[in-house]
């Protein structure tokens, strides 16, 4: 937007002077300054079932390019009023907004810099039409175009993808009724939701046992056979199973994948571990003393032995290397 050339208060020109360290435009008679500001704009992310609502916009400055439902924040209404307006006007539907999903800043729009707020919508009624910017169309999680409107959108976008994907999970099919599940805002984030008896699915974390043996000033590592982590080396642990204890879980693992059978001595630590996309989850560590079996190697192992501080093999996991830190760190203290 180019800088105003009057003063809108009694249309005097404007002078350049600076002020708090910049150059601005003020008016030598009534002593107005202009203060650049980014505009303010909202977008809403209408989603059903595993769909999101898009536009591709009919007009410049991204004609062609596909994008929420979206406009600039007019004086006398709220972001979230002007978000339900604006995907009123653009494609027919009326929609209830829901939390805010994020704030984007964005320099690429030649209207001028803004920010981009963001919110998840409801779909109550109306029927789908060709509005004056374009052509509205349900589009699925996976197939998102690749050519999508900047302005923030195209960043808004994958990140509800990304955040779809996390929150939802394999759960395509309700697990009370076996109705198809919706993605909607339940607590605070997508969740997949089944829009016949309203079961919400809660994604859960994963839990993981393991246990610390040592013998003479070292500790017991395996390495792995699989991936993630194939090739490298680390503490004996595994999944907990929904009906078992994640102690026990701790005791069942060193065993089939060392040979060896342990007595559990007290807690190590807890350490967290994995992403969005690969799932998150916890380790929990005992410290354990041998009382029976024979060291070998099983389960998803080839090698398995008692390794010295100063001469750890390579690790796998961030949450095992985070753990022998701890250990390390113990023994110099």
């Given amino acids: 937007m180019p800088l105003p050339r009057f003063c809108p208060q009694c249309a005097t020109p404007l002078e350049t002077r600076h002020q708090d360290g910049r150059a601005r435009p003020v008016c030598p008679a009534c002593g107005w300054v202009y203060y650049a500001q980014r505009k303010v704009c909202v977008g809403a992310v209408v989603v059903q079932s595993d769909e999101v609502l898009l536009l591709r916009r009919a007009h410049a400055p991204y004609a062609s390019a596909w994008g929420l439902p979206a406009g600039y924040v007019e004086i006398d209404e709220t972001p979230a009023e002007a978000a339900v307006r604006e995907t009123r006007e653009e494609t027919g539907l009326a929609v209830a907004v829901g939390p805010l999903l994020g704030v984007y800043p964005f320099d690429d729009d030649p209207r001028g810099a803004g920010l981009l707020l963001v919110y998840l919508a409801r779909l109550i009624s109306g029927d789908l039409r060709m509005g004056d910017e374009g052509e509205a169309r349900w589009t699925p999680l996976d197939a998102l175009p690749a050519n999508l409107v900047g302005a923030g959108q195209s960043d808004a976008l994958r990140a509800w993808q990304q955040a779809a994907r996390a929150g939802g999970g394999d759960v395509r099919s309700c697990a009370r009724c076996g109705t198809p599940t919706e993605m909607l805002e339940r607590y605070g984030r997508l969740r997949p939701v089944c829009p016949a008896c309203g079961l919400v699915h809660f994604r859960e ?65 807890v350490f967290p571990f994995g992403d969005a996309q690969t799932g998150c989850g916890t380790m929990v560590l005992y410290r354990g003393r041998v009382v029976g079996g024979g060291l070998v190697a099983g389960d998803d192992t080839d090698e398995v032995g008692f390794f010295a501080p100063d001469a750890l093999p390579p690790i796998a996991f961030d949450s095992n290397q985070a753990a022998l830190a701890q250990w390390l760190k113990e023994r110099r203290d």
């Fill in 205 to 269: 974390p994963k839990t993981t046992g393991g246990v610390i043996v040592e013998d003479n000033g070292r500790i017991l590592l395996a390495r792995r056979t699989q991936n993630p982590g194939r090739g490298l080396w680390y503490i004996p642990s595994g999944y907990a199973d929904w009906d078992e204890r994640v102690d026990d879980a701790a005791v069942r693992e060193l065993a089939e994948e060392t040979g060896l059978e342990v007595e559990l001595t007290g807690l190590f630590g």
